[in-house]
């Protein structure tokens, strides 16, 4: 599958880096999403961008910074992060119809490890 | 806001029974009422979904009953197979400003042996 694609698949990290993941999406979607997903967790959703505007940040720690600039990119800068954020994070991207919800087309995901 | 409900949270059924998976919503409002299969390792993908004028989908083995009253809606599958191993995710989402992001159920984890 190529509609959404994400790099680094994997990525290992200390405490003190910096790294950013990048989302791209082929789909010509308006709207893009970061969840993560802890081991036996449900998928978290962190930020939501519509229109290249950040439209929800469900309380994320400043730690991750998000950038989407344009529709078809997103991003998700990494920073002194904890062991806890180790997760898969997934992008995903949808179309955003007035009056009705989308499917979500969801990336590989980056399988993060915070040493 | 929304919140979905999905029960079981791990569902174990033997090669060839049916499997059962029922989420409950919120908000009355809501429209859209899609099915995610995750594989070990992989991505989300969805695999069928039904909106609110619709009580009843079908794609083969696997259907989609809606019940916009008791605001339920359940994932049947049957004949199970090995391959439909795998972490099922409901979600509801639409049609209010902004709702179109999806509100996702907890999981459920199918284990079919075979």
């Known amino acids: 599958e190529t509609g959404v694609t994400q790099t680094p698949r994997h990525l290992v990290m200390g405490m003190t880096n910096k790294k950013s993941l990048k989302c791209e999406q082929h789909?010509?979607?308006?709207?893009m999403y970061w969840y993560k997903q802890s081991a036996k967790k449900p998928l978290e959703l962190m930020f939501v961008?519509?229109?290249?505007?950040?439209?929800e940040n469900n309380s994320v720690p400043s730690r991750f910074s998000p950038e989407c600039p344009n529709s078809s990119h997103l991003f998700l800068h990494l920073h002194t992060l904890q062991p806890e954020d180790s997760a898969l994070y997934l992008c995903?991207?949808?179309?955003?119809?007035?009056?009705?919800?989308?499917?979500?087309?969801f990336g590989p995901g980056t399988r993060l490890l915070v040493l | 806001g929304e919140n979905v409900e999905q029960h079981p949270s791990t569902l174990s059924v033997q090669e060839g029974d049916s499997a059962v998976i029922k989420c409950t919503y919120s908000?009355?409002?809501?429209?859209?009422f899609p099915w995610y299969k995750q594989e070990l390792g992989k991505r989300p993908q969805l695999i069928i979904d039904?909106?609110?004028?619709?009580g009843e989908k079908k794609d083969q083995r696997i259907a989609v009953t809606l019940n916009k009253t008791a605001k339920h809606f359940s994932l049947h599958i049957t004949e199970t197979q090995p391959e439909d191993s795998a972490v099922y995710f409901c979600?509801?989402?639409?049609?209010?400003?902004?709702?179109?992001?999806?509100?996702f159920g907890r999981g459920t984890s199918l284990i079919v042996h075979p």
């Open positions: 789909l010509g979607h308006n709207a």
């Open positions: 908000d009355s409002a809501s429209n859209y």
């Open positions: 979600a509801a989402s639409g049609p209010a400003e902004g709702s179109y992001i999806p509100t």
């Open positions: 039904i909106r609110s004028n619709v």
């Open positions: 995903a991207s949808s179309q955003t119809s007035g009056s009705r919800g989308e499917t979500q087309y």
């Open positions: 961008y519509s229109l290249e505007e950040r439209v």
